[in-house]
């Protein structure tokens, strides 16, 4: 039995593409490991439940806890620091790029040498230094699923770009495969490294989620929009704006994600001087990933905001829309590129509207609340697409292909 190594800097449960890439090998008859780190503690309890649900998946985790192992990770954290430092005075001289970018990247090196294996799958460009070096070291093969354009992730430059763009010039052509997460990743990366041909992989799930479409006996507009944490710059100021804009039209909206109690003050205060009614705004936390789904389900319309900060921000095709689709939401989207390309490909699931401006959005809501047949429409194209095309069991394919390819060289 061939083995595989999933290498992530960041915890399973907040990486959804990482977990369908283990199940689907693991599935597929592979010997899987995932090596995280956990530096999300509001994930524990769904890492956990994940581990118990997969028995057969070795989880092992690299690095320190921010609470119950807090003295090391503070060190850590100290540790990092001052190789950032250092990176700004020397360069790349001793390797000090690999572990400056990570939090625990010696911890997720070490790990992954110890597990022998003929496949390194780095996630997360932070993990990419482990896979490849791992890979060397075993004689295996080695890819990255890169679910963002990393170099373009920041709107200016500084030591954190020029950190990013130094580890993909260095490991990038050590890379026997490379999965992207939109064609306009994708598209942007062959253009710099033309010899990856990279395959893309969209952020969908599996079609067998199916929850049932809530349909609306009230005159309300439901709008839901969820990230692992809700904060500024994700558009959800835009989204509140709208809804005081359209005063005279009933709209409630949910939001799902780890909130501060600062940050929860601050979207409180934009929607009382929108004029836009707070009782009407939801707060969930966070949740597994199966009940995502339902409660999606049970709105109208999922709204994905995104602002173009970054080019990164414009390439993105983040599992929100993935999500929606599902769930059977109509998707609201703003004009990002590849957001507009998304709804030019497939123009009868959403209504695309400019980003930042309260009154486009409101212009698309008001037509929803205007033309319900449209609403439910839309919403039930939402629900067959992804049943039928725009879904994991379909992507699946294309990754096993791609490791068995992998493999056979």
Same mark, same amino acid.
């Given at each position: 039995?061939? *083995? ?92 000090? %790029? ?8 010696? $911890? ?18 932070? %993990? ?23 170099? $373009? ?6 030591? $954190? ?11 990038? +052509? ?37 929850? +049932? ?63 836009? +009614?707070? *009782? ?130």
């Amino acid at each position: 039995m061939q *083995s595989i190594v999933l290498v992530s800097s960041g915890q399973p449960s907040a990486n959804p593409r990482l977990v369908k890439e283990a199940v689907a090998l693991n599935d597929d008859g592979y010997n899987v490991t995932v090596i995280y780190v956990p530096i999300s503690p509001w994930a524990d309890e769904f890492d956990e439940e994940l581990f118990r649900t997969h028995p057969t998946i070795k989880f092992i985790q690299a690095g320190y806890h921010i609470e119950s192992q807090r003295w090391s990770y503070k060190w850590s954290r100290f540790r990092r620091k001052l190789l950032v430092a250092l990176y700004k005075i020397t360069g790349d001289k001793f390797n000090i %790029a690999d572990y400056s970018t990570a939090l625990f990247g010696q $911890e997720l090196l070490k790990e992954a040498i110890k597990q022998k294996a003929d496949l390194y799958v780095a996630h997360n460009l932070a %993990a990419l230094p482990a896979a490849v070096k791992a890979a060397r070291l075993n004689a295996a093969k080695v890819g990255f699923d890169a679910e963002d354009f990393h170099r $373009e992730e920041f709107n200016s430059s500084g030591v $954190e770009k020029t950190l990013t763009i130094q580890i993909e010039n260095k490991y990038f +052509p050590h890379l026997d495969y490379l999965s992207v997460a939109s064609p306009l990743i994708g598209k942007a990366y062959a253009e710099i490294f033309p010899e990856l041909n990279p395959l893309i992989i969209n952020n969908v799930f599996s079609a067998k989620v199916n929850p +049932p479409i809530a349909s609306n006996g009230s005159s309300t507009l439901r709008l839901f929009w969820f990230s692992q944490s809700i904060g500024r710059g994700r558009g959800i100021e835009t989204i509140i704006k709208a809804m005081g804009i359209l005063n005279d039209v009933s709209i409630s909206l949910t939001l799902l994600g780890n909130i501060s109690a600062e940050m929860k003050s601050y979207l409180l205060k934009i929607a009382d001087e929108a004029a836009a +009614p707070s *009782s009407y705004i939801t707060f969930n936390p966070p949740v597994a990933e199966a009940e995502i789904f339902k409660i999606a389900s049970q709105h109208d319309i999922g709204v994905g905001g995104e602002i173009p900060s970054c080019l990164n921000r414009e390439f993105c095709l983040t599992n929100k829309i993935f999500t929606y689709l599902l769930a059977g939401n109509a998707l609201v989207l703003s004009d990002t590129q590849a957001q507009k390309k998304f709804l030019e490909d497939y123009p009868a699931v959403g209504s695309i509207f400019r980003s930042e401006e309260p009154e486009s959005l409101a212009y698309v809501l008001r037509q929803y609340a205007n033309e319900p047949d449209l609403l439910v429409t839309h919403r039930m194209n939402a629900r067959e697409i992804a049943l039928n095309e725009l879904n994991w069991e379909k992507e699946k394919e294309k990754f096993i292909d791609k490791v068995v390819s992998v493999l056979s060289k």
